[in-house]
């Protein structure tokens, strides 16, 4: 089992910035993808951005291309979301997905592309 625990959200005012973090424990593993996913109010879960284990693959959704990073660091088996420039349809509850050893550069956009899930965070920006 892997246990992922989120951080980082918040209030925040249009045009400002917020990092989430998200921390993996519970079982060792030799790769881990991971991956954003953001759900507003009466709205589907969707996807923000993912990285491979490697880093050396990663990708957004095209409202957030240009303003939103995604990093991760094995040592700490955390991923991070670095979001820029945010706008009100920015809010929602964040959540952080992984996917349990499938490869160093493994990564997903898709929900059932990953096995655990965060109980989420949520962010909310004001106009």
Request: positive net charge.
């Given at each position: 089992?892997v246990?992922?625990?989120?951080s980082?959200?918040?209030?925040?005012?249009?045009?400002?910035?917020?990092?989430?973090s998200?921390?993996?424990?519970g079982r060792t593993?030799?790769s881990?993808a991971m991956?954003?996913?953001?759900q507003?109010?009466?709205?589907?879960?969707?996807?923000?951005a993912?990285?491979?284990w490697?880093?050396?693959?990663q990708?957004?959704?095209?409202?957030?291309k240009?303003r939103?990073?995604?990093?991760?660091?094995?040592?700490?088996?955390?991923?991070?979301?670095?979001?820029?420039?945010?706008?009100?349809?920015?809010?929602?509850?964040?959540?952080?997905?992984?996917?349990?050893n499938p490869?160093?550069?493994?990564?997903s956009?898709i929900?059932t592309?990953?096995d655990?899930?965060g109980?989420g965070?949520?962010?909310?920006v004001?106009?």
């Open positions: 089992q246990r992922l625990a989120e980082g959200g918040g209030l925040v005012q249009a045009g400002g910035s917020l990092r989430l998200c921390a993996a424990s593993f030799s881990l991956a954003w996913f953001r507003a109010p009466g709205k589907e879960r969707e996807f923000v993912s990285t491979s490697s880093g050396a693959r990708f957004y959704t095209n409202s957030v240009g939103f990073v995604i990093s991760i660091d094995n040592a700490k088996s955390t991923a991070y979301l670095q979001m820029n420039s945010l706008k009100p349809e920015d809010t929602a509850v964040y959540f952080c997905g992984a996917e349990l490869g160093n550069d493994y990564v956009r929900r592309g990953y655990y899930w109980q965070t949520q962010v909310t004001s106009s």
